[in-house]
T-cell receptor, first 110, second 116 residues
Framework: QKEVEQNSGPLSVPEGAIASLNCTYS??????FFWYRQYSGKSPELIMS????GDKEDGRFTAQLNKASQYVSLLIRDSQPSDSATYLC??????????FGQGTRLTINP | GAVVSQHPSRVICKSGTSVKIECRSL??????MFWYRQFPKQSLMLMAT?????????EQGVEKDKFLINHASLTLSTLTVTSAHPEDSSFYIC????????????FGPGTRLTVL
């Protein structure tokens, strides 16, 4: 059974602080890893993709991947109230399927 | 780039009717599209994978005769919920893969289906 695990939260972070979101996955064969943001009532929006071990930075977002530990994380620096959303970790296995975690609900407090 | 649209955005229907949802890739050709369903406070669940010009591949537990998928062109896939019942009420979201060789999927805005 291919699984992606996330802490459902809610995770509360003060405005301006760093929000840290974590995800573990069960399949060692997984090659591609994604973070999506989903606002209430909306569809997921791609934030980051990462394919190799290490860090990948894009603006205020940094994705970190550790394949040996089967762990991927997302850091949001200088958190803003508009970052309040559910963050979905997704992992591919096989040719093309995405498996989603249950999502972490993040609240940024002004 | 990589814009995916869905129509309608919201539909309310009576039990027993059929509803068709369209998913279009607006600025790219999508050889593969995916259909997901999301219930309140739950994550996305893949229903089926749709490849242009071939039959869709359904996930375990998804009735292919109830959820008809057609991927007639490189920019259009449709999902028809046949004989809808209240338990089919959900948020249906499609996604499209930009090109073969990449795993990145871009999502449409979703269709909220309410079956009375």
């Amino acid at each position: 059974q291919k699984e992606v695990e996330q802490n459902s939260g809610p995770l509360s972070v003060p405005e301006g602080a760093i929000a840290s979101l974590n995800c573990t996955y069960s399949d060692r064969v997984s090659q591609s890893f994604f973070w999506y943001r989903q606002y209430s009532g909306k569809s997921p929006e791609l934030i980051m993709s990462i394919y190799s071990n290490g860090d990948k930075e894009d603006g205020r977002f940094t994705a970190q991947l550790n394949k040996a530990s089967q762990y991927v994380s997302l850091l949001i620096r200088d958190s803003q109230p508009s970052d309040s959303a559910t963050y979905l970790c997704a992992v591919t296995w096989g040719a093309q399927k995405l498996v989603f975690g249950q999502g972490t609900r993040l609240t940024i407090n002004p | 780039g990589a814009v995916v649209s869905q129509h309608p955005s919201r539909v309310i229907c009576k039990s027993g009717t059929s509803v068709k949802i369209e998913c279009r890739s607006l600025d790219f050709q999508a050889t593969t599209m995916f259909w997901y369903r999301q219930f309140p406070k739950q994550s996305l669940m893949l229903m089926a994978t749709s490849n242009e010009g071939s039959k869709a591949t359904y996930e375990q537990g998804v009735e292919k005769d109830k959820f008809l998928i057609n991927h007639a062109s490189l920019t259009l896939s449709t999902l028809t919920v046949t004989s809808a019942h209240p338990e089919d009420s959900s948020f249906y979201i499609c996604s499209a893969r930009v090109a073969s060789g990449t795993d990145t999927q871009y999502f449409g805005p979703g269709t909220r289906l309410t079956v009375l």
